[in-house]
């Protein structure tokens, strides 16, 4: 079994299994069991949904970290807002991004996902002129793998993806 091994800095955020956390001080945690995670920057506040591929990543975390209730609310926004931007996009690696990181939405496979969605915010950072200090979330750490579901989805209470 492998363990995971997190370094939080004092203020920073966590979810686990859809439990919010916020450290007070600089901690090392480690995960000796599989669980759905986000962190610092990876996690994206409602008003930094601010673009199209940002609505994307928005809707997908929903889907990934989401209520029960939230869960599916998110997969129907990110694939509403996947197809919208495929919709508009004329950069064919944009679009093959996109229609990996909807398959995956569709496999319940919302950790990769997000990693896809990174790329397509970058991608629109560049389109767009954004610099890196404007781009969030972080990168996204590799988890261990679970074989019958590798990113298991639990509950946050998150609210819907802007407009």
Known sequence: MSHLI?????????IVNG???RFRTRSRVELTTHACFLFGKQIMAPEDADSPARRIYFALQMAY???DQERPHGV???RDAI?????????????????????????????????????IMR????VLGRTPDMARPGPLPVAPARPDRPHDASALHLTSVPA
């Open 83 to 119: 197809r919208e931007f495929q919709a508009v996009t004329t950069s064919p690696l944009a679009r093959d991004i996109l229609d990996r990181t909807l398959a995956l939405v569709e496999a319940d496979e919302c950790y990769a996902a997000l990693k896809l969605a990174r790329r």
């Open 123 to 126: 991608h629109e950072d560049g």
């Open 6 to 14: 997190l370094e939080l800095h004092a203020g920073e955020a966590m």
């Open 19 to 21: 439990a919010s956390l």
């Open 65 to 67: 970290i989401g209520t």
């Open 76 to 78: 129907v926004q990110a």
